[in-house]
């Protein structure tokens, strides 16, 4: 029940959400002065032995607790509403769905700046930048005293103004360190400002295709409220120009646009691409932000000055004062389901929030799920498709490379040495393809064959040759490269396989004058050096990009007409049902890359199974056939989307345990009263069972139909927590689980 103005002040108990793993809100008498909280705003509130910061979720007449046993909230945070009650009422909508504590998804859906009780204002206090001088000078800031040398190194790393935020955990001198670099004029002040701002001049729009044409007007034409639609266009078809016109009839009405990215590493184009044809300002909200500029974004879509608000998959929750549009890009990526804490997917968030909101939703992609395609096929969505390249570009022709008949360098076969060096020729940049990054995956000695074990997960360490350094892409391991075997103290040490660094290393060898450019997670480290590499290419100062799938979506180089994809059968027998529609969705995006302008362009995948259905259906960019296939073997193994599935995770310090708490969890299962279409499987150790020195394990639970999946979680889970064993692991339910690792 909301707050009624005509409850007697005895009669008001305050609900409030707090960041807490009890599946419930939290009541509290009213502060003893002041204003009763609304709704959606914040309250400082004590819990336990400290003070936390909470969301109100409403005001009732009565609390199941005596009012003795009561304590009172110590401090209203916003005199206003900081949710509004559509917001508030999804994200309480989600907590039911997901199964999840109901204040740690409200508090994570807030910055962190505003968990911590900063005002909910946008600061006005200027930025700092770096000058060219104080670039020149970097070389000489040791011989400065401490504070401005870790400032002005601070500052070289930053790819915009910095903030006090940002400078003050640096130093406690930080203020007269920013003075002192100012006054030697290697430092300058510059007025802050979030917002992505328009270029000075807007570009005219290109001419639309016919399909184009077609989809806007199905999108901008429909009656009011919400629809979904799917717009599948080939890569290279023009989906972000239908954005972008859809989006411009939108702006018109002087209303806000919500679009998603699976990426960080994408947002910097879509900002551009909206910068050069919108004169409106553009929050732009993911995690490689600090606090400051996170919640200056945030505040400023709330308040409707962000026209265009563009982010990764935290910004679905992001409150708008106008939105009559949510587009989500790539609309297939894993990236939108959240794997830790909140386990969500932000597409279908997305689409939830359209649907409450009476706002259209826009689902684009190359290669869309097949949950998607299932929806369009049964018109519960409306399927827009864009069937050919804009302009004169054609999709590139696509071969196959026996590696069962052909000799590898370094992984690279003949061909497309060969292919990589006509293109180097021809002044035209190539594009290969391995989605494992280091040198070699294994380290293994040749004399007695021991592999280099990771010694907190069930993983072998990965060879990073030009740092020396063994480490673990699971849980981070690092130590020294050996210099002889643990085992047989033999020297005869050598890395099997191939990664970014190795295939990098060859090509060097094989074409010295040529400019190379590794893009993966190790060389995209330092803040700005994604978009410098990118940048790079773009401008054509890189001739071969080796990378991984980073590289796979989203990019556009005019220039690039060759796509090489090395090991490409990794995912082909994955233990996952996903497995195969991952590796065809990423493997037709990467060579989507390829002949994208006026240059013909060409895609060499080396496999050792050219004859796999999967390969023959990439060869003809048929990805509706590749989804027929697919989906008879879905339909055949109940998979989704033709049943509905949640997995309970678990994990403990010792062997054995987390499979115990599973199979208590599956005997409770068994004593409840079954519910039609709903299955409980075995439990099971996960497929790499140690993790981080955990040890881990999953059980499955398979339901014909959505609501009965929902009943029997409900009443299951509530069984579960009230037992005494369940704070014997750590456990987490995954509702529409995508990575079943």
């Given at each position: 029940?909301?707050?009624?103005?005509?409850?007697?002040?005895?009669?008001?108990?305050?609900?409030?959400?707090?960041?807490?793993?009890?599946?419930?809100?939290?009541?509290?008498?009213?502060?003893?002065?002041?204003?009763?909280?609304?709704?959606?705003?914040?309250?400082?509130?004590?819990?336990?032995?400290?003070?936390?910061?909470?969301?109100?979720?409403?005001?009732?007449?009565?609390?199941?607790?005596?009012?003795?046993?009561?304590?009172?909230?110590?401090?209203?945070?916003?005199?206003?509403?900081?949710?509004?009650?559509?917001?508030?009422?999804?994200?309480?909508?989600?907590?039911?769905?997901?199964?999840?504590?109901?204040?740690?998804?409200?508090?994570?859906?807030?910055?962190?700046?505003?968990?911590?009780?900063?005002?909910?204002?946008?600061?006005?206090?200027?930025?700092?930048?770096?000058?060219?001088?104080?670039?020149?000078?970097?070389?000489?800031?040791?011989?400065?005293?401490?504070?401005?040398?870790?400032?002005?190194?601070?500052?070289?790393?930053?790819?915009?103004?910095?903030?006090?935020?940002?400078?003050?955990?640096?130093?406690?001198?930080?203020?007269?360190?920013?003075?002192?670099?100012?006054?030697?004029?290697?430092?300058?002040?510059?007025?802050?400002?979030?917002?992505?701002?328009?270029?000075?001049?807007?570009?005219?729009?290109?001419?639309?295709?016919?399909?184009?044409?077609?989809?806007?007007?199905?999108?901008?034409?429909?009656?009011?409220?919400?629809?979904?639609?799917?717009?599948?266009?080939?890569?290279?078809?023009?989906?972000?120009?239908?954005?972008?016109?859809?989006?411009?009839?939108?702006?018109?009405?002087?209303?806000?646009?919500?679009?998603?990215?699976?990426?960080?590493?994408?947002?910097?184009?879509?900002?551009?691409?909206?910068?050069?044809?919108?004169?409106?300002?553009?929050?732009?909200?993911?995690?490689?932000?600090?606090?400051?500029?996170?919640?200056?974004?945030?505040?400023?879509?709330?308040?409707g000055s962000a026209r265009i608000v563009l982010g990764t998959r935290s910004a679905v929750f992001v409150p708008m004062k106008a939105l009559r549009l949510i587009v989500v890009d790539e609309e297939h990526d894993g990236s939108y389901k959240q794997q830790d804490g909140f386990r969500y997917s932000a597409r279908d968030i997305a689409i939830r929030r359209g649907q409450r909101e009476g706002?259209?939703?826009?689902?684009?992609?190359?290669?869309?799920?097949?949950?998607?395609?299932?929806?369009?096929?049964?018109?519960?969505?409306?399927?827009?498709?864009?069937?050919?390249?804009?302009?004169?570009?054609?999709?590139?022709?696509?071969?196959?490379?026996?590696?069962?008949?052909?000799?590898?360098?370094?992984?690279?076969?003949?061909?497309?040495?060969?292919?990589?060096?006509?293109?180097?020729?021809?002044?035209?940049?190539?594009?290969?393809?391995?989605?494992?990054?280091?040198?070699?995956?294994?380290?293994?000695?040749?004399?007695?064959?021991?592999?280099?074990?990771?010694?907190?997960?069930?993983?072998?360490?990965?060879?990073?040759?030009?740092?020396?350094?063994?480490?673990?892409?699971?849980?981070?391991?690092?130590?020294?490269?050996?210099?002889?075997?643990?085992?047989?103290?033999?020297?005869?040490?050598?890395?099997?396989?191939?990664?970014?660094?190795?295939?990098?290393?060859?090509?060097?060898?094989?074409?010295?004058?040529?400019?190379?450019?590794?893009?993966?997670?190790?060389?995209?480290?330092?803040?700005?050096?994604?978009?410098?590499?990118?940048?790079?290419?773009?401008?054509?100062?890189?001739?071969?990009?080796?990378?991984?799938?980073?590289?796979?979506?989203?990019?556009?180089?005019?220039?690039?007409?060759?796509?090489?994809?090395?090991?490409?059968?990794?995912?082909?027998?994955?233990?996952?049902?996903?497995?195969?529609?991952?590796?065809?969705?990423?493997?037709?995006?990467?060579?989507?890359?390829?002949?994208?302008?006026?240059?013909?362009?060409?895609?060499?995948?080396?496999?050792?199974?050219?004859?796999?259905?999967?390969?023959?259906?990439?060869?003809?960019?048929?990805?509706?056939?590749?989804?027929?296939?697919?989906?008879?073997?879905?339909?055949?193994?109940?998979?989704?989307?033709?049943?509905?599935?949640?997995?309970?995770?678990?994990?403990?310090?010792?062997?054995?345990?987390?499979?115990?708490?599973?199979?208590?969890?599956?005997?409770?299962?068994?004593?409840?009263?079954?519910?039609?279409?709903?299955?409980?499987?075995?439990?099971?150790?996960?497929?790499?069972?140690?993790?981080?020195?955990?040890?881990?394990?999953?059980?499955?639970?398979?339901?014909?139909?959505?609501?009965?999946?929902?009943?029997?979680?409900?009443?299951?889970?509530?069984?579960?927590?009230?037992?005494?064993?369940?704070?014997?692991?750590?456990?987490?339910?995954?509702?529409?689980?995508?990575?079943?690792?």
């Amino acid at each position: 029940m909301w707050y009624s103005a005509s409850m007697s002040s005895a009669q008001r108990i305050v609900q409030v959400a707090v960041p807490s793993p009890l599946p419930r809100t939290f009541d509290y008498l009213p502060p003893k002065s002041g204003p009763l909280p609304c709704p959606g705003a914040r309250v400082r509130v004590p819990f336990g032995r400290r003070s936390v910061v909470g969301v109100v979720i409403g005001i009732v007449e009565h609390s199941s607790l005596p009012a003795a046993r009561l304590k009172t909230v110590q401090d209203v945070l916003d005199p206003e509403p900081l949710l509004p009650p559509d917001l508030l009422s999804l994200l309480q909508w989600a907590s039911e769905y997901y199964h999840h504590p109901v204040g740690e998804v409200i508090c994570s859906a807030l910055p962190q700046a505003l968990m911590q009780g900063r005002p909910a204002i946008v600061s006005d206090n200027d930025g700092w930048v770096i000058t060219d001088s104080g670039r020149a000078r970097l070389g000489t800031a040791p011989t400065l005293r401490r504070a401005p040398a870790v400032v002005l190194r601070a500052l070289a790393g930053h790819a915009a103004a910095a903030d006090e935020a940002s400078l003050a955990p640096l130093s406690a001198r930080w203020r007269s360190a920013v003075r002192s670099l100012v006054a030697r004029g290697w430092v300058a002040t510059v007025p802050r400002n979030c917002l992505s701002q328009p270029l000075l001049r807007v570009a005219d729009a290109p001419e639309a295709s016919e399909a184009q044409t077609a989809a806007i007007a199905a999108i901008t034409g429909g009656a009011p409220g919400f629809h979904c639609y799917l717009l599948h266009g080939v890569t290279g078809s023009g989906k972000t120009e239908v954005y972008l016109r859809v989006i411009a009839r939108v702006l018109e009405t002087m209303a806000q646009v919500l679009v998603l990215v699976p990426e960080i590493g994408l947002t910097p184009q879509l900002v551009d691409s909206f910068r050069q044809r919108f004169s409106v300002g553009i929050a732009v909200i993911h995690s490689g932000l600090n606090d400051s500029e996170r919640l200056c974004a945030w505040l400023k879509a709330r308040d409707g000055s962000a026209r265009i608000v563009l982010g990764t998959r935290s910004a679905v929750f992001v409150p708008m004062k106008a939105l009559r549009l949510i587009v989500v890009d790539e609309e297939h990526d894993g990236s939108y389901k959240q794997q830790d804490g909140f386990r969500y997917s932000a597409r279908d968030i997305a689409i939830r929030r359209g649907q409450r909101e009476g706002v259209p939703v826009v689902l684009g992609s190359a290669t869309p799920s097949l949950e998607s395609l299932q929806n369009a096929r049964q018109a519960r969505y409306a399927l827009l498709q864009l069937p050919e390249r804009v302009g004169r570009a054609q999709l590139p022709p696509v071969r196959l490379l026996d590696l069962r008949r052909l000799a590898r360098r370094d992984g690279l076969a003949p061909p497309l040495i060969e292919a990589v060096h006509n293109r180097l020729a021809r002044r035209e940049q190539s594009l290969l393809f391995i989605n494992r990054r280091g040198f070699a995956p294994v380290l293994m000695c040749h004399d007695c064959g021991w592999f280099a074990p990771c010694p907190r997960c069930d993983a072998r360490l990965t060879l990073h040759k030009a740092a020396g350094r063994l480490r673990c892409h699971h849980c981070g391991s690092d130590t020294d490269v050996p210099s002889a075997c643990p085992d047989c103290q033999g020297e005869n040490l050598r890395g099997l396989g191939e990664g970014t660094e190795r295939v990098e290393a060859a090509l060097a060898r094989l074409f010295p004058e040529a400019s190379i450019e590794r893009i993966d997670r190790d060389s995209t480290r330092r803040k700005g050096a994604l978009e410098e590499k990118l940048g790079r290419v773009r401008t054509g100062a890189a001739d071969i990009l080796v990378g991984t799938q980073m590289l796979a979506k989203g990019h556009d180089f005019p220039n690039l007409t060759l796509v090489g994809v090395l090991n490409a059968d990794q995912g082909l027998y994955g233990y996952d049902f996903r497995s195969g529609e991952q590796l065809f969705q990423r493997i037709m995006q990467v060579a989507g890359r390829a002949g994208r302008a006026d240059k013909p362009g060409e895609v060499l995948i080396q496999t050792f199974h050219p004859e796999h259905p999967l390969f023959l259906a990439l060869r003809q960019h048929d990805y509706s056939g590749f989804a027929d296939y697919a989906l008879q073997e879905r339909r055949e193994a109940q998979f989704p989307p033709y049943c509905h599935l949640a997995l309970l995770r678990a994990e403990t310090s010792e062997r054995g345990n987390a499979l115990a708490f599973l199979e208590r969890a599956r005997a409770i299962a068994d004593a409840l009263e079954p519910v039609p279409g709903v299955t409980v499987m075995d439990p099971v150790p996960s497929p790499m069972e140690r993790r981080s020195g955990r040890y881990r394990a999953q059980l499955l639970i398979h339901a014909t139909q959505r609501p009965a999946l929902h009943r029997f979680l409900v009443q299951w889970l509530a069984q579960i927590t009230g037992t005494p064993f369940a704070r014997k692991a750590r456990w987490a339910l995954d509702v529409d689980p995508i990575d079943m690792h």
